[in-house]
């Protein structure tokens, strides 16, 4: 349950703060708060308003991240100890399976099928060119396109590989060392409202608007010693911020399962603080470390709103490219779009499939 109600809380704030889906597909027809702020910040220069709208989505992001707080604590609880079960039958669908197993089955299939379709069409369409089968769109990838990119595809590819990786290690080891923290149980009131008032603030950066982060990056990072603008490393700090929530909300609740009477056994035998935490927190912490990663790196190569701000001409992200793409007319920067949208999903599948096998098979198991 409570990591339910971590994931209900992400799936809120992520659609609270889309911005690069509602921009593609509604414009500003069907704007939300997000598009509103970058309308009011870029094309209007009204950051009076764009300030006053950032502040109404941090309100409604606040009360949700309440409920949801109330929601997890009301049900988190340490796992209590027992012997492992190692004759545990599988899920089975044949004539003795259960209502509950049909359903979750047949839900499942039904939303792999949603997540297939788009992608299936966007592979079709990117292979096909005036009613024919062809791989010109990918060959044309090495290009920048009709006059509409400053660098290729596969240059901007690398780019956002190499800031994935920069914003995937700030990421995993400050959402790693906040995880820890939160995983605490002080004994005090005092201690526990603390804790509570930084797990709201951790989850913050997703609700506010990643075209806010990335414009106040801009102007706040603009006098020495810290000026950024023209630093690569800008981009991987504003992504870094955005996944830092992820990795906390996909290490904490293992680390919050964790049986307290385990510390206090390795405690007894004479382990030190960070014998324990070495002992007992590392190797349960590893259940989830490798989607923590997978998380990080496909937020930051999928992200646009803040990079949008802060990428430069010269080294654009993948993202940045295919929306540039889009807003040029012809069939042949559309065919690119489309192959470029295709390399992106392979990426982030890679990534995801790979951090998953990251995870050791028996990690933490007692």
Do not use: K
């Amino acid at each position: 349950m409570p990591a339910i109600a971590s994931a209900a809380a992400l799936v809120f704030l992520f659609c609270a703060t889309a911005f690069a889906l509602v921009l593609v597909l509604g414009g500003s027809r069907y704007a939300t708060v997000e598009v509103e702020i970058w309308l009011q910040t870029t094309q209007f220069l009204d950051l009076r308003t764009a300030s006053v709208l950032s502040i109404v989505q941090l309100v409604v992001v606040a009360l949700a991240l309440a409920v949801s707080g109330r929601a997890r604590r009301s049900r988190e609880r340490a796992l209590a100890l027992v012997e492992a079960e190692r004759s545990s039958s599988p899920l089975r669908l044949g004539r003795g399976a259960s209502p509950l197993d049909v359903g979750a089955s047949a839900i499942t299939a039904v939303v792999i099928g949603l997540i297939a379709l788009p992608m299936v069409t966007m592979l079709v369409r990117s292979l096909r060119h005036d009613g024919a089968w062809t791989l010109r769109h990918y060959a044309n990838l090495a290009t920048t396109g009709d006059r509409a990119l400053t660098v290729s595809v596969w240059d901007a590819a690398a780019n956002s590989l190499r800031v994935a990786v920069d914003a995937t290690v700030i990421a995993v080891v400050i959402g790693m060392t906040l995880a820890l923290v939160l995983s605490r149980r002080p004994a005090s009131r005092l201690g526990r409202r603390a804790l509570g008032a930084l797990d709201a603030v951790v989850m913050l950066p997703l609700g506010v608007s990643a075209v806010t982060v990335g414009f106040g990056f801009l102007i706040a990072l603009d006098r020495p010693p810290l000026d950024l603008r023209s630093s690569l490393i800008l981009i991987p700090i504003a992504q870094a911020m955005v996944a830092i929530p992820l990795v906390v909300r996909a290490v904490l609740p293992v680390l919050r399962a964790i049986d307290p009477r385990l510390r206090q056994a390795a405690a007894t035998l004479g382990a030190g603080p960070g014998r324990v935490l070495l002992t007992v927190d590392g190797p349960l912490a590893l259940r989830s470390l490798g989607l923590a990663i997978g998380f990080a790196f496909a937020v930051s190569l999928g992200e646009f709103g803040a990079t949008a701000f802060l990428a430069r001409p010269d080294r654009p992200t993948l993202p940045v490219v295919i929306v540039r793409l889009l807003g040029r007319p012809g069939d042949g920067n559309y065919g690119m779009a489309l192959a470029a949208s295709v390399v992106l999903a392979i990426i982030v599948g890679v990534v995801m499939t790979t951090a998953e096998r990251l995870r050791p098979a028996r990690s933490g198991e007692v």
